[in-house]
């Protein structure tokens, strides 16, 4: 079993920035994908950003891209989302989740393990 809690959330201004830190405990976090996906009031969960196991790879979504940066720290057991630039429509509910396989997904069902959430808001 693989536990995630996502932390950093928090209410800030636009254009301003924060860090999102996901801590992963449980099984072998180095092997597995991780991703970060949203979920705003009436809105489908949607996909963010993913890195694979090595950080190799790191596809965005087009909303977020050149403004949010995924990292790991497989010697901590940590993820992370840099979020700078941010506007109004990033406001939602934030998830880190991870997938037990080597190939990042955007698609939410694909991923075995989830986070509780952390609650980031933008003001204008």
């Known amino acids: 079993q693989v536990q995630l809690v996502e932390s950093g959330g928090r209410l800030v201004q636009a254009g301003g920035s924060l860090r999102l830190s996901c801590a992963v405990s449980?099984?072998?976090?180095?092997?597995?994908?991780m991703g970060w996906f949203r979920q705003a009031p009436g809105k489908e969960r949607e996909f963010v950003a993913g890195?694979?196991?090595?950080?190799?790879?790191?596809p965005y979504a087009d909303s977020v891209k050149g403004r949010f940066t995924i990292a790991r720290d497989n010697a901590k057991n940590a993820g992370y989302l840099q979020m700078n630039n941010v506007r109004p429509e990033d406001t939602a509910v934030y998830f880190c989740?991870?997938?037990?396989?080597?190939?990042?997904?955007?698609?939410?069902?694909?991923?075995?393990?989830w986070g509780q959430g952390t609650q980031v808001t933008v003001s204008s």
């Open positions: 449980g099984r072998t976090f180095s092997s597995y994908v």
């Open positions: 989740a991870a997938r037990e396989s080597a190939i990042v997904s955007i698609v939410p069902g694909n991923y075995n393990y």
């Open positions: 890195i694979n196991s090595s950080g190799s790879f790191m």
